[in-house]
């Protein structure tokens, strides 16, 4: 036997003996069986063989020393927020002298940076889409005291994450209504000093009091001005009718329609809590999905009935999403959906006069931030012109829609992805400083 065949068997025994089950060399072991095999065309045969024995042995003594499955902890945050970072840490106690590499294995729709990193991976995890998402459980390559041999291990398990629509944004319009930043007298809870919808107490007439706020009775019985004191009603019903059919599938930019108006029912929700309303919810496409009654602190319920709604490629049942909202006590009721020219939006046209007759409704769209773009951006090209004639006819069919809706007596609001919230906030504050609920 020549002794170049002798060092290609002793590589190809060595690997065969490290390859089977989770174990594998590692680099180091290839490069010193490569080296074998290199020496054996100048050393003697037998001193080649003993150098492939002892190689050997000394990758399955390596591969013994590390055999153990370390003992680990991942720390991730079960609920998270779209689009907001969150901390993710992997610590691994390992065999003694033995090294591991930590790998936390992606799904598409939550990132994972760094993914990699030795002994103890400290990365940062971002969710890009609603929903419901199980990470794989964290890979580990631990490698024995020598570096000839490495096991591959699982640790952790999986684990599951609920990914929630922006809560932080909705927690600062709270805050902003709690302080009395946000511009609307509606956001007091014992309401403004003016007119409102619920009498308080009589007190001394100020030069500012409209005169409607006169107690005349007051004013002859203690003989001079006293004014009535009103604050905003508590106890009102908020319904959010979020459309889920298929118009509500077209992106905007690293969102849809939907993840949009998710937002904004968490946003009104958390407001509703904060005010003392209830809020309830109802989400649907050509059937009801989702139906949640009005419930005093009801925010955190609505947010969990809608966190994980995904459109359908179905169009919207408008007539049976109204009728569930049903005819009980007057409620602001908010309509999420899409507003296109008349012929499309024929169904809502129709059904929103039925609603708008019993209750306080606002139809709520999302502006698409490219056609304002097209319309506004001087064209330097042919295509540049018949974009901006195509966004300007969409454009116009939206004002329509939603001149045609305004004179149903249902109030129309439309934002950018990142204002809607607040604009949808501000129609519901200002339908209870109007005493329109």
Not at 65 to 94: D, F, I, K, N, Y
Not at 215 to 225: K, Q, S, V, Y
Request: proline share 8%; glycine share 8%; charged share 25%.
């Amino acid at each position: 036997m020549s002794s170049e065949l002798l060092g290609v068997l002793g590589v190809a025994v060595v690997l065969a003996a490290l390859a089977v089950g989770p174990v594998g060399p590692t680099p180091r072991t290839a490069l010193a069986v490569g080296a074998l095999a290199v020496s054996a065309i100048l050393l003697p045969v037998g001193l080649v063989a003993l150098g492939g024995v002892g190689l050997a042995t000394a990758a399955v003594v390596d591969a013994l020393a590390a055999r153990r499955t370390p003992a680990s902890r991942r720390e991730l945050p079960r609920l998270l927020a779209r689009g907001v970072p969150a901390p993710l840490l992997v610590t691994v106690a390992g065999p003694p002298g033995a090294s591991v590499r930590i790998r936390q294995p992606r799904v598409p729709d939550v990132s994972v940076e760094p993914a990699e990193a030795d002994t103890r991976l400290e990365a940062r995890t971002v969710a890009r889409r609603r929903g419901r998402h199980v990470l794989p459980p964290v890979a580990l390559r631990v490698t024995g005291p020598l570096g000839l041999a490495a096991w591959r291990r699982e640790a952790a398990g999986p684990a599951e994450v609920l990914v929630y629509p922006d809560l932080p944004a909705a927690r600062r319009l709270v805050a902003s209504v709690r302080t009395n930043r946000f511009g609307d007298p509606g956001n007091l809870r014992r309401g403004p000093l003016g007119l409102g919808t619920e009498f308080e107490s009589i007190r001394e007439y100020s030069p500012d009091d409209d005169v409607r706020q006169v107690n005349w009775r007051a004013t002859a019985r203690i003989g001079h001005p006293m004014s009535n004191q009103w604050r905003v009603e508590q106890d009102r019903d908020v319904v959010a009718v979020v459309d889920c059919g298929r118009l509500m599938a077209a992106p905007l930019g690293d969102r849809t329609r939907l993840d949009t108006a998710v937002d904004v029912v968490a946003a009104v929700a958390l407001v509703a809590d904060e005010v003392g309303d209830r809020c309830g919810v109802v989400a649907f496409d050509d059937g009801v999905r989702r139906r949640l009654p009005p419930r005093r602190r009801g925010g955190e319920a609505v947010v969990q009935a809608v966190f994980d709604l995904e459109p359908r490629r179905v169009d919207a049942d408008y007539e049976l999403a109204f009728r569930t909202v049903g005819r009980g006590k007057r409620a602001f009721v908010l309509v999420l959906t899409d507003l296109l020219e008349e012929a499309a939006a024929g169904p809502l046209l129709d059904a929103v006069p039925v609603l708008a007759r019993r209750h306080a409704v606002t139809v709520a769209s999302v502006a698409d931030p490219d056609l304002e773009r097209a319309v506004r951006t001087p064209p330097s090209t042919t295509d540049d012109v018949y974009t901006a004639v195509a966004a300007l006819d969409v454009l116009e069919s939206r004002r329509r829609v939603a001149a045609h809706l305004r004179r149903t007596g249902a109030e129309v609001v439309e934002a950018g992805p990142d204002r809607l919230a607040a604009a949808c906030v501000d129609a519901y504050l200002r339908a209870k400083t109007r005493a329109q609920l």
